[in-house]
């Protein structure tokens, strides 16, 4: 455990995406998703034997979203997050 302190554990089969979704009850969501670092954004959405995906926001929040629900998402860098 010889892990600093506020430093993200990396993954060799995954990666953070930024993003942000639009529900479709008007609600919209800003933060990562995890995917398969071999995978987009966009298999990852149409993946037909997952209904479900994690969205964790930027308060530490994480979100079980039914991807049926999801209107849009748009993938943004992360200077786009000072916004």
């Known amino acids: 455990m010889n892990e600093a ?3 993200k554990k990396m993954s060799l089969t995954r ?3 930024h993003v942000v979704m ?3 009850d008007g609600s919209i969501l800003k933060g990562t998703l995890v995917i398969e670092r071999t995978s987009r954004l ?3 959405l149409n993946n037909h034997n997952k209904d479900f995906i994690v969205l964790s926001d930027y308060e530490n ?3 079980i979203i039914n991807k049926h629900h999801i209107i849009k998402v748009v993938e943004i ?3 786009e997050l000072e916004e």
């Open 5 to 7: 302190i506020g430093v």
């Open 15 to 17: 990666k953070d995406t």
């Open 22 to 24: 639009t529900l479709i």
């Open 42 to 44: 966009s298999d990852t």
């Open 61 to 63: 929040n994480h979100h």
């Open 77 to 79: 860098e992360s200077l």
